[in-house]
């Protein structure tokens, strides 16, 4: 079983955090350039957004950004999650969503996240770990695309 340790991603891990987001689905229909993908990265890095998934090698797998209070100025907002191509398929995803639903619903009853119509394999994903939809927005970040928002809320009876 792969070891993985999540922490704050650093300027050094731009690189990796850059291929593992051009190499998705999201990152081939949102960000055309590798000037806009850097660019957004190293203002999420700056930010304190943005959290790496690394092997014990200190080799990083991908990573997750999210915003505190991104959603509605009120909640959690899952911004972008991405595994670089060869890692993908290993649970790493899942263990960046657990460690972002850990993190916030210590202080949160609800975490919002949008999943675009072209990525259902995705949005099987988010459903199977207890997101639901509750709001289509068609072109949001980019005309004909729907985006589906998605919302799960804390259990209390796990708590």
């Known amino acids: 079983m792969l070891k993985v340790i999540i922490t704050q991603t650093q300027m050094k891990h731009l690189e990796d955090c850059k291929v593992a987001l051009l190499k998705s689905k999201l990152g081939q229909e949102y960000f055309p350039s590798e000037q806009k993908a850097l660019a957004a990265l190293t203002e999420g ?9 690394l092997n014990e090698e200190g080799e990083c797998l991908g990573f997750i950004w999210f915003v505190l209070k991104g959603a509605f100025h ?4 899952l911004h972008i999650i991405a595994v670089k191509e060869a890692f993908r398929g290993m649970g790493i995803g899942k263990k960046l ?3 972002f639903e850990e993190t916030v619903f210590a202080n949160h009853s609800k975490v919002f996240l949008v999943v675009a119509d072209f990525n259902p394999e995705a949005r099987r994903l988010y459903e199977r770990l207890g997101y639901r939809q509750v709001g289509m927005i068609p072109g949001l970040y980019k005309a004909g695309v729907t985006e589906y928002l998605m919302m799960k809320e804390r259990d209390f009876t796990a708590h």
Not at 45 to 53: D, L, N
Not at 74 to 77: D, L, Q, T
């Open 97 to 99: 969503l657990s460690f």
């Open 74 to 77: 009120s909640y959690p907002y």
């Open 45 to 53: 890095i700056t930010q304190g957004e943005i959290f790496v998934a």
